[in-house]
Structure formats: structure tokens, C-alpha cells
């Protein structure tokens, strides 16, 4: 019954491979489906024989390629802002960019339901940290005018997040800010590719990318690759430069992973029809999952979780999609509230109508078969 640390022998696509037994995979985030795609495995293999496996240092240092200034100035003007920078992971761009640009009396205010990225870059800044409930602007307001007007403010929230699967309030967020005068760090990392006229992001997609400080995404997502990036004003990545700990300190991404990165930016921009097929998959699967009786909470993404209820039901339920062929994870506390455990699909662009069938018909029928079928769960904050 442990789900967790399996080997897969095949690429990730939307079928792989577990001890010899194929499984349809709605386990993971590839959301555009391009880790597969050839045009991204060729990019890989062209910056290997250019640019060799690795950098063997920090950006700081000896570690910048010119694939990684280009990156950087292409994020820039994808995002609609003045700069990016380029961290190891997406992990590291948060804890980075929290502990550099927050200082001693100044005030953190978080999401209950934020990225453990977004948690752990607060536990490492010198300010102080305050959290709000899930979505909950009149709580924010309440916290935010508890706090001296004289103290420098940043609100932190995830743009989709990633259990739940629903959006930051940022019409409301972005009203907010312009009431108490705070900045606002979205971390995009779910979003980048699926949200957004373009893809470029939860900000774009209401309209607000000018009144959002800073954004935060991953290559490890969309983007097929590994590494993440913060999107900002000039002055704010010239400073991080110098005090993101977690740059200076890592090498830097490998020339494959900076090369995937910019040919999945390519295909980003000019394949929309890939974000327009993710989202009939996301709208079909979401509406069958409510037709069939499951509790999907208040999710509008490709993440569709599907509310169980104990780690035991969760984990049985699991056991049963995996024998029926069924690649996907279950998620228990602490990343959801104790007794609210849930198995979280999450689509990608290339599935096909034949897969996404099977993936209805085995959960109609484990559903059924354990009583999840119109079973009340409720959903609270994280």
C-alpha cells in the first residue's frame, strides 16, 4: 500500500511504465505534453555537443551561458516584464528570491494554502511572516492592517495551487494593494503555459500582469525541463543577483536543461492550439468527475482532485486505480488537512479521448466500488 517512490522505465508521456505494466499517467505535470516532444529531446542533444553536460559552477561565477542570458531576456518579454533570472530549480527560486528582497521589521503575509517552496523561503527571511486564510481577502485585509503602516509589505501567493487546483483572487488581491500599498509575488509555477492569453501566466490571464511585483515559475512543469525564474523589474533581479544565496551558492542549470527550456518556450508561443486542447481534456474530465458523483472542490485548472477522505480510503483507492492501469498520486496530510486526503489528476495536452474513457471508466467503477460515489467531503483550508 505505499504509493510512493516508483520507478517508471519509460519516458513521461501520458502512458509509462512501472515492472513491466503500462499505466495511463494522470500523475503528473506535464501539462503541454513536451517531454516528448522531438523538437525539445534535439535541443537537449544540440547544447550537449555545443555546450557539454554541465556548467561546474554558480551563475555567480563561471556558470552563465549565453543560453542562460537568452533564456532570462526571452521569460522577460514572454512575462511583460523587465528582467528574469534563471535559478536551479524552481524550489530555490522561491527561497531565493523571499530571503534576498525581505529585510529585518518587515512584514511577509502568506496564503494558508501556498507552495511549501513559498513556506520555506518565508521561514528564511528576517521579516515576519503572517498568513491569511485559503483565498480569504477580507482575512488579508485584517492581517495587513494589523500591521504598522510604515512597514514595508509583500504578499506571497500561488497563482494555481497545486492540490486544490483553483486561482489566486487577483482582481481582488491587485484592489488591495492599491488600498494598503503592499507588493504582490505570484508564484506561477502551475500556471506558466496554461493560463493567460499566451500562456504567461494567472496575472495575464485577469488582466492584471502590470500590477503584480514579481512572478515566479518552473521549467519543471510546462516547460519539460528543470530550473525555475523570477520575473520582475530591472532593479529588483540586478539586486537579486547579488543576494539570492541560493544562486550565487548552486550551479547552475545544465546547457539541456536551458536549451529544452527555450524550445519549450517556442512551442509555447506558437502552438496555442496545445493550451486549447489541455483545456477541453480540463473541462470534459472536471464535468464527468461532478456527472459521476465525485467532490472536485472549487478547482478550474488541469489539476481536477478528487476529495476521499481518510489516508486509508485514499490509499486503497490508489491501489485499485494502479491495478486497473492508472497512474496517479494520492495526496494526505500535511499537504491537505488531516481526514480531507485526495487523489489529484492532472491532465496533460496530448492524452487522448481513448485514454481519458478508461481513466472515467475504472474511477466510475472504483468509485462505486468503495463508496466515494456522492460521499460528502469537506474541504477546508490547508
Known amino acids: 500500500m505505499y504509493p510512493y517512490f516508483r520507478a517508471i522505465s519509460s519516458g513521461q508521456d501520458t502512458e509509462v511504465v512501472i515492472k513491466g505494466q503500462r499505466l495511463i499517467m494522470i500523475g503528473s505535470n506535464n501539462y503541454l505534453g513536451l517531454t516528448s516532444d522531438p523538437r525539445v529531446k534535439e535541443a537537449a542533444i544540440d547544447a550537449i555537443n555545443r555546450f557539454g553536460s554541465g556548467c561546474t559552477g554558480s551563475r555567480f561565477l563561471n556558470g552563465t551561458l549565453e543560453l542562460h542570458e537568452e533564456l532570462e531576456a526571452r521569460l522577460a518579454r514572454f512575462m511583460d516584464k523587465e528582467a528574469a533570472l534563471v535559478f536551479s530549480t524552481g524550489y530555490q527560486t522561491n527561497l531565493g528570491t523571499l530571503s534576498a528582497i525581505m529585510g529585518r521589521n518587515e512584514a511577509l503575509f502568506m496564503d494558508r494554502a501556498n507552495h511549501a517552496s513559498l513556506v520555506d523561503g518565508a521561514r528564511l527571511t528576517f521579516g515576519k511572516t503572517y498568513k491569511y486564510g485559503h483565498n480569504d481577502m477580507e482575512d488579508l485585509e485584517r492581517v495587513v492592517t494589523q500591521t504598522s503602516p510604515d512597514v514595508a509589505k509583500l504578499v506571497a501567493t500561488d497563482g494555481v495551487f497545486s492540490m486544490e487546483g483553483d486561482l489566486a483572487c487577483v482582481p481582488e488581491l491587485v484592489a488591495l494593494k492599491k488600498k494598503l500599498g503592499f507588493r504582490i ?10 493560463m493567460g492569453p499566451r500562456g504567461n501566466g494567472t496575472a495575464a490571464h485577469f488582466g492584471h500582469n502590470d500590477d503584480i511585483d514579481l512572478i515566479t515559475g518552473t521549467f519543471s512543469k510546462s516547460f519539460a525541463s528543470l530550473g525555475g525564474f523570477v520575473a520582475g523589474d530591472d532593479d529588483t533581479i540586478h539586486y537579486l543577483k547579488h543576494f539570492a544565496r541560493e544562486l550565487i551558492f548552486s550551479a547552475s542549470i545544465p546547457p539541456a536543461n536551458a536549451a529544452v527550456a527555450l524550445a519549450a518556450l517556442d512551442i509555447i508561443e506558437s ?12 473541462h470534459r474530465m472536471r464535468d464527468e468527475y461532478t456527472r459521476l458523483g465525485f467532490n472536485v472542490g472549487s478547482t478550474v485548472t488541469p489539476i481536477i482532485p478528487l476529495y476521499i477522505g481518510s489516508d486509508e480510503l485514499c ?23 488531516p481526514n480531507h486526503a485526495l487523489i489529484r489528476p492532472s491532465y496533460t495536452a496530448t492524452h487522448t479521448d481513448a485514454q481519458m474513457d478508461r481513466v472515467l471508466s475504472v474511477f466510475e ?17 490547508t
Open 271 to 282: 502552438e496555442p492550439e496545445r493550451r486549447k486542447a489541455l483545456w477541453r481534456i480540463t
Open 185 to 194: 509575488l505570484i508564484d506561477d509555477a502551475h500556471a506558466i503555459g496554461v
Open 315 to 337: 490509499f486503497a483507492f490508489w491501489k485499485e486505480l494502479t491495478l486497473s492501469g492508472i497512474f496517479a498520486n494520492p495526496v494526505i496530510a500535511p499537504a491537505v488537512p
Open 365 to 381: 467503477q472504483v468509485g462505486r466500488k468503495l463508496g466515494i460515489l456522492n460521499r460528502p467531503v469537506e474541504v477546508q483550508d
